[in-house]
C-alpha cells in the first residue's frame, strides 16, 4: 500500500494568547500548500478545546487519497485529474487506485478482476435475510443491514490478509446487494452474477434481467454507469467516509464501516440528494411554472426548501463532478435516442439560478447529485436506487479511508469534544417534591 503521510510539520507557527499567555501552535502544511495549526496539545498545553460545528475548519487527518480545491472547482484521485480518470479509465482501475495508491499494470487490473469476479455471489441464506425486510423498504437501508450482515458470516479475526479478503468481498458482493435490494423491492426472482461480464454490466444484468428473460446489456448503458461510478468513488472527508473513519478507529471491521457509511449516505444534505432532484424536477414537470416559484422558496429564510443538487460545503465554484456530467448527460440522451424533459428543466433551473443575486453571492454551483438523477432516469434506473448507486461508487473510496487511517502512525479513537451548556451540579430531588 502506497502511503505518502510524512511528518508535514514545518518551521512556521501561529500564535494565540489565552489568559495571557501565548501560546505556539506548529503550522503543517500539504503537497498542494494547504496550511493547518496542529492543535493536537492544544487542550494538554493551555486547557482550550476549539469549537467547530459541523467540522468546516477542522482536518481530521492527513490523507494522501484525494485532493480538492473548491475555490479552483479541482478534484484529483491520488494527483490524477477526475476529467482524465472519466475519460480514460474503468471503475476498477480507480478502486484500485484508491485503494492502493498508484494506477494498476494491465496484469494487476486483470487478477484484481478475476479475483472480484470469484466473490460476487452472496450465500444462499441472504435470501431468507431478505426475505424477512419488508417489500417497501427503501434499497438504501436494506443495503446497510445486508452489508452490515456479512460480518456475521465471515467472522474470521482482522489480520492484515483477511482484511483483503473483506476487501475484495465487498467490492465483488456490493453490485449483487444492491441488485437484490431492488428485486426485492419489486417481488421479482434474484439473477445471479454472470462473471463473465464487466463490473458494471453484470450489475445491469442482475437488475433488469429476469429468469423468463434475457437482459441484453447495451454498452452504452454499461459504460455510463462505469462512469458514474468513477465520478462518485472519492471525496476525501465528508459525512459517510467520516463515519467510515469513525466507526474503524474503535477498531469495529470494515463490514461495520462500510454498513455505517451507507447509512449516512442516505441522507437529503449527502448522497440521498440525487433522489430529492428528481423528486423536484418531476414535480416542476407536473407543475406549470413552478421553477420560478420553487426558487422563490429555495431563497426564502423563513422556508426550509432548497434547491437540491445545488451547493457544497467545499465547492465555491462549479462541481468538476458535475461538469463532466452535464455534459454526459446530453451525449446519453442522444446516444439512447430519447428526449429528456428532465434535463431541459434541470438546465433552465442551472440557467436561472446561475444568474440569480441569492445562489451567486452564495456561490452555490450544481453539485454532482444534480445531474447524476437525469442519466440514472434515462438509463432506465429506478428512483429510488440513485442513492443506492452513489454508495457502490464511494465503496472504494470508503475502503481506502479505512485503511489510510488504519495504516496512519498517529491513529487513535475518534473522540471529539464538546462545550457542556447543560445545568451545572444540582442535588436530585426527590418525586413527592417535582412539581
Ligand atoms: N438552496 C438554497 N440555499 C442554499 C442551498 C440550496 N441548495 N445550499 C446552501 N444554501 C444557502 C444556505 O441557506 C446558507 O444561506 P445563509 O448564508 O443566508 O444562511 C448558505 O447558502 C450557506 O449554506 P450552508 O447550509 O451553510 O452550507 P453547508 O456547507 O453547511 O451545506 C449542503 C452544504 C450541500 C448541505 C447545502 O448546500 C445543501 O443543503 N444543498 C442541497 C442538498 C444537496 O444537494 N446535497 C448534495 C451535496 S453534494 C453530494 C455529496 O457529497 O453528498
New binding site residues.
Partial sequence: MASQMTDNKTQDTVDITFEGKSISLPIVRGTENESAADISKLRSTSGLITLDP?Y?NTGACQSAITFIDGEKGILRYRGYPIEQLAEHSTFLEVAWLLIKGELPTRADLALFSREIARHTMLHEDFRDFFGSLPKDAHPMPVCAATVGALATFYQEPESDRQIQNTVIRLLAKMPTIAAYSYKHSIGQAFMYPQNDLDYSANFLQMMFATPCEEYVVDPVISKAVDLLLILHAD?EQ??STSTVRMVGSSQANLFAGISAGISA?WG????G?NQ??IEMLEQIAREEGSAEKFLNR??D?GDTT????????IYKNY?PRAAVLKKTCSQVINKLGTSSRLLEIAMKLEEIALRDE??VS?K?YP????YSGVIYKALGIPTNMFTVMFAMGRLPGWIAHFLEMRNDPDFRIGRPRQVYTGSKERPYVGMDRRS
Fill in positions: 459541523g468546516g471525496h465528508n459525512c449516505l437529503p444534505l449527502h448522497g440528494a430529492k432532484v429555495a431563497r429564510k432548497r434547491l437540491m443538487g445545488f451547493g457544497h460545503r462541481d441569492y445562489f452564495r452555490l453539485n454532482v447529485d444534480f
